[in-house]
């Protein structure tokens, strides 16, 4: 029997693991991705408040796939998917596919909002969490350099989002000028220095139970955060966010984490893309009108009666969705009936500081110093390799006993977004 090509647009969360479950008797697959490394994005954050280096979450996707011959790597953008003549364009080649799976993940949605976009900063890569990391280092330089002033508007950092992001980011850079900023910025006075939370709803984690909402906002209270709630940003000129309020904030740094949209490819027909930016996928993720094309993980879009709305946008759903078609496109050739996708939601979780953070389990609720080392555990479990398994445990209990993560480094070309 002849192989099927099975071409994977995407080395995140679901396309990586694609690649990995697919039986390499029956497929050669071509991975594709612009970039030449998987993100491990739940750590963004760390990386942007110098708690982690960046190629500790960042695997090089060839050398993860280097044993695997029926696995082909290539670095490229794709630009166009040609359904006629069934080929996927990139900048530099045409690749053909017996079947096609789209897994190319999201960008940040500034809801259209173009002078937000110009100014704001994002965390949607590592690039952009070495960019946040820069940003904010260089303004305690600058700031220290001179009379530090109660009304400068460097000393704003501005977070917009509550989500697990948001309130990460907040917890993260509260504890940097607690603990940091006071031994190696002695001219810096901390209590001028303010973080700002923005969020649009009612509560910050406001997809979590009652409980994390409730902790999470008590607990960056207490670490010094500012938290404003039922509140959007209206606009931002690269000094002062305008509030649904009415309210001004001045402020040199605005993160902008507030919502995401879907890298939809042009070539497909019309009505498989949702104004979400989604492709519409039924039980199977195989997406409308599409017989011989797939979207998984965050780019996809599915109902069913227990996710009417879609599922979330977490890296469980992308992985799950991941093995089920690997499994489903098994079956196929096979001619064995295939499986329906159903998600079972194993919880979620943010860390919001040191021994401070909150879980949701299907059966349980808990915060506090246990959700805190769980937390550390499954995403620990979760990194690729061994290697930077035990290099994030070192730099992470290393952080814990000494309260100090010593990655303060500025590594940095000129960029709009910097000072
Ligand atoms: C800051 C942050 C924190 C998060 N924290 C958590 C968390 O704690 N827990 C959790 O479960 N989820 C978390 N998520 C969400 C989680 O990361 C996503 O749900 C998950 O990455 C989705 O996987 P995916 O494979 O669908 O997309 P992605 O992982 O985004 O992968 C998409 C891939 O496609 C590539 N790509 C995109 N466009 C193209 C193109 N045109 N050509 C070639 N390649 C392309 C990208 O380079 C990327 O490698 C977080 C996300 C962010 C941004």
Redesign the pocket.
């Known amino acids: 029997m002849d192989k099927q090509k099975i071409v994977i647009?995407?080395?995140?969360?679901?396309?990586l693991s694609l690649a990995k479950n697919l039986d390499e008797k029956l497929f050669d697959i071509v991975l594709?991705?612009?970039?030449n490394h998987?993100?491990f994005?739940?750590l963004?954050?760390q990386v942007a408040a110098a708690q982690l280096e960046p190629s500790s979450i960042s695997f090089p996707i060839r050398n993860i796939f280097r044993n695997k011959k029926h696995i082909s790597v290539k670095m490229?953008?794709?630009l166009h998917i040609n359904t006629e003549s069934r080929l996927v364009q990139t900048e530099t080649e045409a690749i053909s596919y017996d079947k096609l799976v789209i897994?190319?993940?999201?960008k940040t949605n500034f809801f259209n909002n173009a002078q937000i976009e110009q100014h704001a900063l994002t965390?949607?890569s590592t690039t952009e969490a070495i960019q946040v990391r820069n940003h904010l280092l260089t303004i305690f330089e600058t700031l220290s350099s001179q009379l530090h002033l109660a009304d400068d508007p460097r000393n704003n950092i501005v977070i917009v989002g509550g989500g697990?992001?948001g309130v990460e980011l907040a917890g993260a850079f509260s504890e940097i000028i607690k603990r940091v900023l006071p031994e190696e910025y002695p001219q810096l006075d901390p209590a001028k220095m303010r973080v700002i939370l923005v969020e649009g709803s009612a509560n910050t984690l406001n997809n979590m139970s009652e409980l994390a909402k409730q902790a999470s906002q008590s607990y960056l209270k207490s670490m010094g955060v500012e938290i404003i709630t039922q509140t959007f940003v209206k606009s931002y000129d690269g000094l002062d966010a305008i509030l649904s309020s009415g309210e001004k904030l001045t402020t040199k740094t605005l993160i902008w984490a507030a919502g995401v949209s879907g890298?939809i490819?042009p070539g497909l027909n019309p009505d498989a893309y949702l104004p979400n930016a989604r492709y519409k996928v039924d039980r199977y993720n195989t997406i409308l009108n599409h017989d011989d094309i797939y979207a998984?993980?965050?780019?996809s879009y599915m109902e069913t009666s227990s996710y009417p709305k879609g599922h979330p946008?977490?890296?469980?759903v992308?992985i799950n969705q991941a093995s089920n078609l690997a499994k489903n496109l098994k079956r196929m050739v096979h001619k064995k009936p295939i499986n329906a996708y159903e998600y079972l939601d194993l919880g979620s979780m943010a860390t919001i500081g040191k021994n401070k953070a909150v879980v949701d389990l299907p059966f349980m609720r808990f915060k506090g110093f246990v959700a805190w080392l769980v937390w550390m555990f499954l995403h620990l479990m979760l990194i690729l390799s061994v290697r930077n398994k035990l290099i994030i445990l070192i730099h992470w209990s290393w952080a814990y006993f000494s309260s100090d993560s010593s990655l303060r480094l500025i590594f940095k070309g000129k960029t709009k977004k910097e000072n």
Do not use: E, M, R, S
């Open positions: 647009l995407g080395a995140g969360f679901a396309g594709i991705d612009k970039l998987h993100q994005q739940p963004f954050y490229g953008t794709v897994a190319t993940g999201c965390l949607k697990p992001t890298n490819l998984i993980g965050d780019i946008q977490v890296a469980n992308a």
